[in-house]
Protein backbone atom coordinates (compact mmCIF):
# COMPACT_ATOMS: atom_id res chain seq x y z
CA UNK A 1 0.00 0.00 0.00
CA UNK A 2 1.04 3.39 -0.44
CA UNK A 3 2.71 5.15 2.23
CA UNK A 4 3.38 8.95 3.13
CA UNK A 5 6.03 10.62 4.84
CA UNK A 6 5.44 14.13 6.59
CA UNK A 7 8.18 16.28 7.92
CA UNK A 8 8.91 17.75 9.89
CA UNK A 9 6.56 15.90 12.61
CA UNK A 10 6.37 19.44 14.53
CA UNK A 11 6.77 23.22 13.73
CA UNK A 12 7.02 26.20 15.92
CA UNK A 13 7.70 29.54 13.94
CA UNK A 14 7.37 32.82 14.74
CA UNK A 15 4.72 35.04 13.75
CA UNK A 16 5.22 36.57 9.98
CA UNK A 17 8.19 33.61 9.35
CA UNK A 18 7.39 31.94 6.33
CA UNK A 19 7.78 27.85 6.76
CA UNK A 20 7.35 24.64 4.36
CA UNK A 21 6.08 21.04 5.05
CA UNK A 22 7.32 18.33 3.38
CA UNK A 23 5.15 15.01 1.74
CA UNK A 24 7.06 12.09 0.51
CA UNK A 25 5.27 9.15 -1.24
CA UNK A 26 6.51 5.65 -1.67
CA UNK A 27 4.63 5.09 -4.80
CA UNK A 28 3.68 7.88 -7.82
CA UNK A 29 1.15 10.34 -6.96
CA UNK A 30 -2.37 10.43 -8.69
CA UNK A 31 -3.50 12.83 -6.90
CA UNK A 32 -2.57 14.43 -3.86
CA UNK A 33 -4.48 16.24 -1.12
CA UNK A 34 -4.04 18.90 1.55
CA UNK A 35 -5.82 18.96 5.00
CA UNK A 36 -5.82 21.28 7.85
CA UNK A 37 -6.90 19.99 11.46
CA UNK A 38 -7.85 22.15 13.88
CA UNK A 39 -6.85 20.45 17.47
CA UNK A 40 -9.75 18.08 18.14
CA UNK A 41 -11.87 18.27 15.17
CA UNK A 42 -12.16 17.23 11.77
CA UNK A 43 -10.22 17.96 8.66
CA UNK A 44 -10.73 20.61 6.56
CA UNK A 45 -9.51 20.37 2.98
CA UNK A 46 -7.21 23.28 1.49
CA UNK A 47 -6.28 21.67 -2.10
CA UNK A 48 -5.39 18.86 -4.59
CA UNK A 49 -2.51 18.35 -6.84
CA UNK A 50 -2.78 16.29 -10.19
CA UNK A 51 -0.48 16.90 -12.59
CA UNK A 52 3.26 16.73 -12.38
CA UNK A 53 5.02 20.56 -11.68
CA UNK A 54 1.36 21.88 -10.26
CA UNK A 55 1.18 24.40 -8.03
CA UNK A 56 -1.98 25.58 -6.20
CA UNK A 57 -2.31 28.64 -3.76
CA UNK A 58 -4.78 29.50 -1.51
CA UNK A 59 -4.59 33.11 0.40
CA UNK A 60 -0.89 32.49 2.26
CA UNK A 61 -0.96 28.88 1.54
CA UNK A 62 1.37 27.74 -1.30
CA UNK A 63 1.33 23.56 -2.40
CA UNK A 64 3.27 22.06 -5.28
CA UNK A 65 3.90 18.90 -6.53
CA UNK A 66 6.94 17.65 -8.19
CA UNK A 67 7.71 16.57 -11.57
CA UNK A 68 8.17 12.61 -10.60
CA UNK A 69 5.03 12.90 -8.64
CA UNK A 70 6.30 11.83 -5.46
CA UNK A 71 7.01 14.63 -3.28
CA UNK A 72 4.81 17.94 -2.35
CA UNK A 73 5.41 20.77 -0.55
CA UNK A 74 3.43 22.96 1.29
CA UNK A 75 4.38 26.26 1.98
CA UNK A 76 3.07 29.39 4.43
CA UNK A 77 4.41 32.77 3.71
CA UNK A 78 4.00 35.34 6.73
CA UNK A 79 2.89 32.69 9.18
CA UNK A 80 -0.32 33.89 11.43
CA UNK A 81 -2.12 32.21 14.70
CA UNK A 82 -4.50 31.38 12.60
CA UNK A 83 -2.55 28.95 10.77
CA UNK A 84 -1.68 26.98 13.53
CA UNK A 85 -2.75 22.99 13.55
CA UNK A 86 -1.95 19.84 12.01
CA UNK A 87 -1.43 19.65 8.23
CA UNK A 88 -1.92 16.40 6.61
CA UNK A 89 -1.56 15.11 3.15
CA UNK A 90 -3.27 12.46 1.25
CA UNK A 91 -3.24 10.55 -1.75
CA UNK A 92 -5.68 8.68 -3.65
CA UNK A 93 -4.45 4.43 -4.19
CA UNK A 94 -5.90 4.73 -7.64
CA UNK A 95 -5.11 6.07 -10.85
CA UNK A 96 -8.07 8.89 -10.79
CA UNK A 97 -8.75 8.66 -14.36
CA UNK A 98 -10.62 5.78 -13.47
CA UNK A 99 -13.39 8.26 -11.53
CA UNK A 100 -14.53 6.02 -9.60
CA UNK A 101 -13.65 5.65 -5.50
CA UNK A 102 -10.43 5.16 -3.93
CA UNK A 103 -9.16 5.49 -0.48
CA UNK A 104 -7.37 8.05 0.32
CA UNK A 105 -4.42 7.41 2.76
CA UNK A 106 -2.84 9.77 4.86
CA UNK A 107 0.85 10.98 6.18
CA UNK A 108 0.88 11.33 9.77
CA UNK A 109 1.00 14.64 9.76
CA UNK A 110 3.16 18.19 10.80
CA UNK A 111 1.74 20.16 13.73
CA UNK A 112 2.09 23.54 13.42
CA UNK A 113 2.73 26.16 16.27
CA UNK A 114 2.94 29.67 15.25
CA UNK A 115 3.88 32.07 18.82
CA UNK A 116 3.50 35.73 18.80
CA UNK B 1 -22.23 23.78 2.31
CA UNK B 2 -22.06 19.75 2.35
CA UNK B 3 -22.33 18.80 6.03
CA UNK B 4 -21.14 15.02 8.17
CA UNK B 5 -22.66 14.90 11.01
CA UNK B 6 -21.23 12.64 13.94
CA UNK B 7 -23.64 11.73 16.46
CA UNK B 8 -21.46 11.36 19.50
CA UNK B 9 -18.64 13.72 19.95
CA UNK B 10 -17.44 11.76 23.56
CA UNK B 11 -18.23 8.65 24.55
CA UNK B 12 -16.82 6.45 27.50
CA UNK B 13 -17.78 2.48 27.29
CA UNK B 14 -16.46 -0.49 28.68
CA UNK B 15 -14.34 -3.37 27.73
CA UNK B 16 -16.73 -5.43 25.67
CA UNK B 17 -19.28 -3.65 25.12
CA UNK B 18 -20.72 -3.11 21.61
CA UNK B 19 -20.55 0.70 20.33
CA UNK B 20 -22.06 2.21 17.43
CA UNK B 21 -20.99 5.05 15.89
CA UNK B 22 -23.16 7.14 13.30
CA UNK B 23 -22.35 9.33 10.74
CA UNK B 24 -24.87 11.11 8.34
CA UNK B 25 -24.12 13.23 5.05
CA UNK B 26 -26.68 15.67 3.72
CA UNK B 27 -25.02 16.14 -0.15
CA UNK B 28 -25.98 13.02 -1.33
CA UNK B 29 -22.23 11.85 -1.56
CA UNK B 30 -21.92 8.36 -2.75
CA UNK B 31 -18.85 7.44 -0.84
CA UNK B 32 -18.10 7.52 2.41
CA UNK B 33 -15.25 6.72 4.94
CA UNK B 34 -14.47 5.63 8.56
CA UNK B 35 -11.04 6.40 9.68
CA UNK B 36 -9.64 6.33 13.18
CA UNK B 37 -6.44 8.69 14.20
CA UNK B 38 -4.09 8.06 16.71
CA UNK B 39 -0.76 9.97 18.09
CA UNK B 40 2.20 9.50 15.51
CA UNK B 41 0.38 6.98 13.42
CA UNK B 42 -1.79 9.42 11.79
CA UNK B 43 -5.02 8.54 10.22
CA UNK B 44 -5.78 4.88 9.24
CA UNK B 45 -8.89 3.90 7.02
CA UNK B 46 -10.70 1.45 8.81
CA UNK B 47 -13.71 0.68 6.35
CA UNK B 48 -15.11 2.72 2.80
CA UNK B 49 -18.25 2.53 1.21
CA UNK B 50 -19.19 3.45 -2.50
CA UNK B 51 -22.58 2.66 -2.39
CA UNK B 52 -26.00 1.79 -0.27
CA UNK B 53 -25.47 -1.64 1.17
CA UNK B 54 -21.59 -2.14 -0.39
CA UNK B 55 -18.46 -1.98 1.70
CA UNK B 56 -14.58 -2.06 1.46
CA UNK B 57 -12.17 -3.34 4.03
CA UNK B 58 -10.02 -0.20 4.55
CA UNK B 59 -6.04 -0.70 6.25
CA UNK B 60 -7.35 -1.87 9.85
CA UNK B 61 -10.93 -3.47 9.51
CA UNK B 62 -10.04 -6.36 12.42
CA UNK B 63 -12.43 -5.24 15.19
CA UNK B 64 -14.73 -3.37 12.94
CA UNK B 65 -17.82 -3.97 11.03
CA UNK B 66 -19.89 -1.23 9.16
CA UNK B 67 -23.18 -0.82 8.07
CA UNK B 68 -24.56 1.12 5.17
CA UNK B 69 -28.24 1.06 4.87
CA UNK B 70 -29.61 4.40 3.40
CA UNK B 71 -27.15 6.43 1.32
CA UNK B 72 -26.66 9.31 3.90
CA UNK B 73 -25.99 6.84 6.85
CA UNK B 74 -23.01 4.95 7.58
CA UNK B 75 -22.44 3.72 10.83
CA UNK B 76 -19.10 2.09 12.88
CA UNK B 77 -19.96 -0.96 15.16
CA UNK B 78 -17.36 -2.12 17.43
CA UNK B 79 -18.89 -5.72 18.29
CA UNK B 80 -16.88 -5.77 21.52
CA UNK B 81 -14.77 -3.29 22.13
CA UNK B 82 -11.33 -2.88 23.92
CA UNK B 83 -9.26 -0.97 25.14
CA UNK B 84 -6.87 -0.61 22.17
CA UNK B 85 -10.03 1.00 19.92
CA UNK B 86 -9.73 3.93 22.44
CA UNK B 87 -9.12 6.53 19.77
CA UNK B 88 -10.70 9.79 17.84
CA UNK B 89 -13.05 8.14 15.06
CA UNK B 90 -13.53 10.48 11.52
CA UNK B 91 -15.84 10.01 9.34
CA UNK B 92 -15.74 11.79 5.83
CA UNK B 93 -17.83 11.71 2.41
CA UNK B 94 -17.02 12.50 -0.75
CA UNK B 95 -18.10 12.84 -4.33
CA UNK B 96 -15.97 12.15 -7.21
CA UNK B 97 -15.81 15.04 -9.62
CA UNK B 98 -15.41 15.30 -13.26
CA UNK B 99 -12.00 16.01 -13.13
CA UNK B 100 -11.50 13.02 -10.95
CA UNK B 101 -10.91 14.48 -7.67
CA UNK B 102 -12.25 12.77 -4.88
CA UNK B 103 -12.19 15.80 -2.04
CA UNK B 104 -13.18 14.42 1.24
CA UNK B 105 -15.39 16.26 4.22
CA UNK B 106 -15.05 15.50 6.95
CA UNK B 107 -17.53 15.00 10.16
CA UNK B 108 -15.93 16.93 13.35
CA UNK B 109 -15.10 13.20 15.22
CA UNK B 110 -15.75 11.01 17.86
CA UNK B 111 -13.60 10.55 20.34
CA UNK B 112 -13.71 7.19 22.38
CA UNK B 113 -12.52 6.01 25.05
CA UNK B 114 -12.99 2.22 26.59
CA UNK B 115 -12.19 1.33 30.05
Known amino acids: SQELEQSPQSLIVQEGKNLTINCTSS?????LYWYKQKYGEGLIFLMM?????EEKSHEKITAKLDEKKQQSSLHITASQPSHAGIYLC????????????????FGTGTRLQVTL | DVKVTQSSRYLVKRTGEKVFLECVQD?????MFWYRQDPGLGLRLIYF???????EKGDIPEGYSVSREKKERFSLILESASTNQTSMYLC??????????????FGAGSRLTVL
Open chain 2, 92 to 105: ASSLVLPSGANVLT
Open chain 1, 27 to 31: KTLYG
Open chain 1, 49 to 53: LQKGG
Open chain 1, 90 to 105: GAESLAILTGTASKLT
Open chain 2, 27 to 31: MDHEN
Open chain 2, 49 to 55: SYDVKMK
